[in-house]
């Protein structure tokens, strides 16, 4: 049957030969396959069904429904939790102090255990911070804005919990104090440091609007968990500030008020002991456990997310597309409706790609409708079981939405490429699940270091496409799978998985070319 | 009878695909053991079952043996050659009886050799990951009941989704929804069972699922943890054979090819 091939091509493209036209001729094939279309809505159904069957389940978050995950200016869950030593200041100010020691220790027992200072050991945590914060209230989750020396992270200028702004490095040590200043005018905070008191650096600066006329400015100790493989061990730092100047007064800080923010009894934050101050001599110590950061609960309050009712209903519904797109093929070779088919487009390569993008379209649509409505039911339900959801702002929520159609989406297209190189029903559905749904199933199962490598190299990089969290690098976290996080950008995800999509197309057409039908 | 069988198993035979299928059965399961085995390292505090991790192949090995067992029947269906078939054995239980007959006489040889392989894989690298008599895992030996048991029972396994597969394919008729509900019914409830965090419904789904039911006989230690005992196991997949081939085989006697 070498005839098609042997075909002179058309030097005028005919006008059935259009790409519109061909589309229309896919999407009859495709629409006109009652099974086809009736296995494609049962998906589905089915992965909405499992989508929901997921989240309808009890409770498993570690924290009960008394602790409570605050949520900072931007929606976000947050870690707030921290020793504070504050007075009111009304207007424009400054506030300046220096730091003259800051250590800290680390609990030997987990988060889990009620940590004690009897059972730690010494040793500098990284984002251990001490500095002079403002804020226009002390409850749990308000705007802030902080100059901080951090453990080994040298001067910060921090604010409202996602943001963060470097300065110059160093350790905070006897000989070598640092001096911060932080600075009101109008909405706008701006932090300073200096190392001899004199010579000031600007480290940062941003505007807090409608902050209120009075605000409460201090000092501040906290100091975050650290994670050690999986294990999270609270930690408590200790600094302590002398030559404190309000207005560049000397201040008099006995009659400021102490307070440890973040009942240790309510807050989810692990702490390895609660707060304190005192003074010595001229200066004044404090002892500080907590965060003052993004929350990256996962592992702390459970590890729910905006998509991770997903995940399930997805594999359902992309083994439904395979079983679909593999026969959209293979069942045109079977009949040698291929011959027909090519002679009357001989474009082979784009009657290809008209195949993969209407039933990709399809799958698209199809998905959209159903995550559309399991990513908020999916969270709701989680909620009314008692678990904690990390909040995920409607941007999030509706890229998580997209991405997850487009995976099945392109996934349909990758599959209708490989089934039109192998022609063989078996092989194409082998091969559509070898390729997309082993990598994904591998990875959850086996986790670690093979997860993060199927997530960047195979088709299963689409998946990054649901992150519902975000990386902060200023909190020092296990950023892994069973944590909640994707090795990829849901970018670089999306770029995988289309690049996947193109080679195979592209392979597929060279082959289609050369073959005979 | 005689003739049915020997007609099936010269259709089975002379398939290019078939010998290729097979091959990859047995190197497919032999060397996920062997990696498994070769990347596994010992754990503090939990307890690995030597046995059952030198069989982990069985996992990729089934799928092959189900690819088989689909293709026996559906590409007759794809080709016409079902018509033939039906026209020259008009006995149409005889021929499915035939069918599974030569399915489960292949997967026997098969099954043989990728478990001893698997074992073997076993018995030479695990030592390496500290699963030694030094840390009280005694060498995997056919010697040993639980064992035997697990290498035998792993065999039948195979033979049993051999004809589960058999009996879907009889019912759909088409090789890509075989190929789909096979692997939906051996692979998505363990994942199932992995989201859902009630314990009974967790529990009753391992139950009842063919593959984590039917591969508790895989296991030759802490058996009081299994969802079901290893026999039982055994003996849910095998309903879910027969449920499968009277199926297939009601609707093949009633339905036109």
Redesign the interface.
């Known amino acids: 049957m070498s005839l098609t091939t042997a075909a002179p091509r058309a030097t005028r493209r005919p006008a059935s030969n259009r790409l519109r036209s061909v589309l229309w001729a896919e999407w009859v094939k495709l629409r006109t396959v009652r099974g086809w279309i009736i296995a494609l809505i049962l998906g589905a159904a089915a992965m909405f069904a499992f989508c929901s069957l997921v989240a309808n389940g009890p409770s498993t978050g570690t924290i009960g429904l008394r602790t409570v995950v605050p949520t900072g200016p931007g929606g976000a869950g947050v870690a707030d939790t921290y020793e504070f030593v504050h007075r009111s200041l009304t207007g424009d100010g400054t506030i300046t102090v220096r730091i003259t020691a800051l250590t800290s220790v680390t609990s030997t027992a987990q988060a889990n255990v009620q940590g004690s200072l009897a059972s730690s050991h010494p040793g500098l945590v990284a984002w251990a911070k001490a500095g002079l914060l403002l804020t226009p209230s002390t409850r749990q989750g308000s705007d802030y804005a902080a100059v901080m020396a951090t453990g080994s992270h040298g001067i910060r200028f921090q604010y409202d919990y996602t943001h963060d702004a470097g300065g110059p490095g160093g350790t905070v040590t006897k000989a070598t104090p640092r001096w911060v200043r932080l600075a009101r005018s109008g909405d706008t905070i701006t932090g300073y440091t200096s190392a001899d008191g004199h010579r000031w650096t600007k480290v940062g600066s941003t505007r807090l609007s409608g902050l209120s006329a009075t605000v409460q400015v201090g000092m501040f100790v906290t100091s975050p968990v650290a994670f050690r493989n999986s294990a999270a061990s609270p930690t408590l730092a200790t600094g302590t500030f002398d030559q404190i100047t309000v207005n560049g007064s000397p201040a008099d800080t006995s009659s400021w008020r102490g307070q440890d923010i973040g009942d240790a009894k309510t807050s989810f934050y692990p702490t390895l002991a609660a707060g304190s101050y005192h003074h010595s001599g001229s200066a004044l110590v404090l002892s500080g456990s907590g965060d003052i950061a993004p929350a990256v609960v996962a592992g702390l309050a459970g590890t729910h997310t905006a998509s991770s009712s997903l995940s399930f209903g997805l594999i359902v519904g992309l083994l439904v597309v395979i079983v679909v797109a593999s026969m959209f093929v293979t069942s045109e070779y079977r009949r040698g409706l291929i011959r027909t088919t090519f002679s009357a487009i001989p474009a082979r390569g784009r009657d290809l790609a008209a195949k993969g993008l209407v039933l990709g379209a399809l799958a698209f649509v199809l998905s959209a409708v159903v995550t559309a409505v399991a990513v908020p039911l999916g969270q709701h339900l989680l909620r009314s079981h008692g678990n904690y959801v990390f909040p995920a702002s409607t941007f999030t929520q509706a890229r998580i939405v997209f991405g997850a159609s487009a995976l099945v989406g392109i996934s349909a297209i990758i599959v209708t490429a490989l089934a039109a190189i192998v022609r063989r029903p078996a092989a194409a559905i082998t091969a559509g699940v070898g390729v997309i749904l082993l990598p994904f199933i591998v990875a959850s199962a086996a986790g670690g270091g093979i997860a993060d490598w199927l997530l960047r190299l195979t088709p299963a990089a689409g998946l990054s496409m649901l992150q519902a969290l975000t990386h902060y690098q200023q909190v020092s976290y296990a950023y892994t799978l069973t944590n909640g996080y994707y090795p990829l950008s849901p970018l670089a995800g999306f770029a995988v998985l289309c690049g996947y999509a193109l080679v195979a197309l592209t392979a597929a057409t060279v082959l289609l070319d050369r073959r005979d039908a | 009878m005689t003739a049915t069988v020997r007609a099936e198993w010269t259709k089975l035979r002379t398939l290019p695909?078939t010998a290729w299928l097979l091959i990859a059965a047995v190197a497919g399961t032999i060397a996920v053991s062997a990696i498994v085995a070769a990347a596994w390292h010992i754990n503090r505090g939990s307890t690995a079952d030597p046995t059952k991790l030198s069989l982990t192949g069985t996992y990729l090995g089934q799928?092959v043996i189900a690819?088989l067992a689909?293709?026996t029947i559906?590409?007759e269906y794809?080709?016409g050659m079902i018509r033939t078939t039906l026209t020259a054995m008009p006995r149409r239980i005889n021929l499915l009886a035939a069918k599974a007959a030569t399915l489960a006489g292949i997967s026997v040889p098969v099954g043989l050799v990728a478990v001893a392989g698997c074992l073997i894989a076993g018995r030479l690298l695990l030592p390496h990951a500290g699963l030694n008599p030094a840390h009280g895992y005694p060498l995997i030996a056919l010697d040993h009941p639980a064992t035997l048991r697990a290498a035998a029972g792993t065999v039948i396994y195979l033979i049993l989704i051999a004809l589960l597969s058999l009996g879907i394919a009889t019912i759909t008729r088409?090789?890509?929804?075989s190929?789909?509900a096979v692997?939906?019914l051996l692979?998505?409830p363990p994942?199932?069972a992995q989201?859902?965090?009630?314990p009974t419904w967790r529990r009753h789904i391992q139950q009842l699922a063919p593959m984590t039911a039917g591969l508790a006989i895989q296991a030759t230690r802490n058996l009081h943890t299994l969802p079901i005992a290893p026999w039982a196991g055994l003996g849910v997949l095998a309903a879910w054979a027969a449920a499968a081939l009277l199926a297939g085989g009601l609707l093949l006697r009633l339905r036109d090819a």
């Open positions: 695909s799928a690819v689909v293709l559906s590409e794809g080709t088409e090789t890509a929804v190929i789909g692997f939906g692979y998505l994942i199932a989201l859902i965090h009630d």
